[in-house]
């Protein structure tokens, strides 16, 4: 394939679609820096990598046979005639995965999965029809272990990202249904899962008024409504507790939250951990642990991590049981909260830790050997390629926010050195040798 | 955006799209694993990230206003009834991104750019239809400098992905041109280069016949067929003085390709350079010195690292001059032959180095305790996460390839002791600590 010769005089307009953008260095360089972050973190923790294709069958995708296609869903005929639609998030792509794949697979399965998904929503601030999520999740494991080991990553994905400042709110389905169960609101339960889950949004008057128009009843509204709002200073086994007793005495999801909150305390993490009965996640497959995360900071910025248990989830496709608990990061929208929070991990967007200078072409070979030293010693080397006046390359250094460079115009190669500048305080440091220059250099990143 | 319930009698087929595939764990961690090793390499050579849209204009993608459209292309209108396709390589989306964003960068710029492509080519044995590509350019220097700088890190990369065998086929296209015109073979020269660029699938005859039907002149045909017939024993610098000699004594480019392999020789690694005429890349868009890159251990593989200088790519979209040059891995490709030549780098794609076994739940926190200390010392730790007998925790670990376990049946937390088993070798270390496990496994990685 090759792009065709145009007439030489029509220049195409390089736009691109609106919902779409493209990733520059400082926007892509700080992306990429989390996600090796998060990568390295799921594959010290056991947890293995896999990919599902961007293109699959529109009816696997939505989950029915076809009629009425999903809006929000890029979809079209191919040239095979097969009706195909891009994914527009990695949980249904992963359910398939698993019908497709258990086989081959030792459970529990421990998955990561980051990749782009697609959807054709309406574009606005913060929000893009092309972004990035990162999910992970542990298949074949129906216990607390599996629930607080998912709880346990969400919590040292944000350590290990520089965040130190964020709740994890959590609440269980399985005690929530327990209760509309004990309450005899039995039917609509679905729709009483999106109400409530709109409580921070709404707020409770409306959510009150919400619930009355589907359980034709102020008193059943009132019991939800009481059930849902979070006392203060009521600790994590307090709300259990008395959520328990709200559901009748509920005994088996009471103990798993239990087990699971003595595991947080082992860890000594329970503190990031907050009983919140208002979320629900309103999707339908959740059945057990659901939990968001909200940063301190950005109180109004919603939830950057969100998930739960869910143990049906690829039913759609197989009648073998995978019970499973996950969790999904919307990494484009948390890196919009670094960005805001000014992140010290994510840090600067600098091209490279120094650039070498190269004011004239007959040091280019000489330069090039003091970079591949340096890399040696793990820095990031970046080497002018023309022929320029200083100045115009100390312009480049700054565009690109490279904090040191090197000069080697009079050099002396029988001794190997150079000299050092740092770009940022002016400071030089002259005649020094590779040894020396590492040093000042990582000193000062 | 949900799963829609369906009749629960009803399974859908988890079947997925033809030429497309799941990257399963033992696909996905040696593709992750290269990805990481490039990536590590680009950045400290100066090189940034970018991204671009999956999903463009047709018009900007293909480089005409309308008409037929490439078959090979996934195209649709879009819900907005806009003509939409999905990008067919990262050179196209890059030229775009240059026409758009040369203003907010410091040229010269130096990006790789590695993600998925989609191609609707006819599936067959290691050609899909949906792939990655890792392109590097630098754009903004049209000097040897430039040229030499992509060839080392290309050879850089082979280096550290563990390929000791390779040879990268480079030839010039000006210098080509150049003899072309000397020979006053002027027209159709695309369609020269074309056959030329063949010489290695359909041989010397079958060339010559196309070049005779071609040029209407035998005389033409045997010029051409002499100037990329490889001659034994000719080292880089002769070839490339015969060449010259052959297009009437040129200058400007010979300059350059002794420049070049001066700098290879400098920097040490001209052996795995060769000078190869026949190597044309056949796309018109390149200007001066093309390459490809055999394995000399699958000669019949076909190259896995291609690309050239092009002086003139961004000129669909802007009237700004952007010389450039560059490479591209077929990563998919590359991880194939990397599979069949049994390469170290990638190795085998064990989950973990260690899992600690879990017989007992009553030992899970103290085992979480064991796994925060093992991942300190960087070392990949799974947890099992149910009660099973250790036999089929056994085989779980061999499913995954994990060659350590860690039993703590019998743990005495005091003393914080338990016991490693190296699974391949079935040998036991009994009550030994952190640093004594961590010493082992690392020894028998």
């Not at 307090?238 to 087990?259: N, V």
């Not at 991590?305 to 049906?312: D, I």
């Not at 890196?335 to 994510?346: F, G, P, R």
Request: net charge negative.
């Amino acid at each position: 394939m090759s792009v065709k010769k145009v007439n030489k005089t029509k220049i195409i307009e390089p736009k691109i679609l609106k919902g779409f953008r493209d990733s520059l260095p400082n926007q892509e360089i700080p992306k990429r820096k989390i996600i090796n972050k998060l990568e390295r973190l799921f594959t010290t923790h056991g947890f293995v990598a896999i990919d599902t294709p961007a293109l699959e069958y529109t009816e696997v995708l939505l989950g029915k046979g076809g009629g009425e296609t999903d809006k929000q869903i890029f979809h079209f005929e191919d040239n095979g005639g097969r009706e195909v639609a891009l994914r527009f998030d990695l949980t249904v792509p992963f359910a398939r995965f698993l019908a497709a794949h258990y086989n081959e697979l030792a459970l529990p399965f421990k998955r990561y999965h980051i990749n782009k998904v697609w959807r054709g929503e309406k574009p606005q601030k913060g929000r893009f029809r092309e972004f990035y999520q990162c999910d992970f999740d542990i298949v074949g494991a129906d216990n607390a272990e599996a629930d607080f080991e998912i709880l346990s990553m969400m919590n040292t994905s944000f350590n290990k990202l520089g965040i130190n400042n964020y709740t994890f709110c959590v609440a269980h389905r399985g005690l929530f249904n327990a209760f509309l169960t004990h309450f005899e609101v039995i039917d609509d339960s679905v729709e009483i899962l999106r109400i409530v889950d709109k409580l921070r949004k709404i707020g409770e008057e409306e959510v009150k008024k919400q619930l009355i128009d589907v359980t034709k009843s102020e008193e059943k509204a009132n019991a939800i409504l009481s059930y849902i709002t979070k006392l203060d200073n009521e600790g994590f086994l307090e709300t259990l507790d008395r959520l328990s007793k709200l559901a009748g005495g509920e005994e088996e999801h009471t103990t798993r939250m239990k087990d699971i909150y003595n595991y947080l305390v082992s860890e000594g993490i329970e503190k990031h951990f907050t009983f919140d009965s208002s979320i629900t996640r309103g999707l339908d497959y959740y059945t057990g642990i659901v939990y968001e995360t909200f940063l301190d900071d950005l109180p109004s910025f919603g939830s950057v991590c969100s998930g739960g248990r869910y143990n049906n989830l690829a039913s759609l496709y197989t009648k073998q049981e995978l019970p499973g608990v996950g969790s999904s990061i919307g990494l484009d929208r948390l890196l919009s909260a670094l960005e805001e929070l000014d992140n010290s991990v994510i840090g600067k967007s600098s091209y490279s830790d120094v650039v070498i200078f190269n004011e004239d072409n007959t040091t280019y070979a000489y330069g090039n050997k003091i970079a591949t030293a340096l890399r040696e010693e793990d820095l990031r080397v970046d080497h002018y390629l023309l022929k320029k006046k200083l100045n115009q390359q100390f312009k480049y250094a700054e565009t690109n926010q490279i904090p040191f460079g090197i000069i080697i115009k009079d050099y002396d190669e029988a001794h190997h050195t150079f000299s050092l500048k740092n770009l940022n305080t002016r400071e030089s440091f002259e005649s020094i040798n590779i040894n020396e220059a590492a040093k000042l250099i990582k000193q000062g990143l």
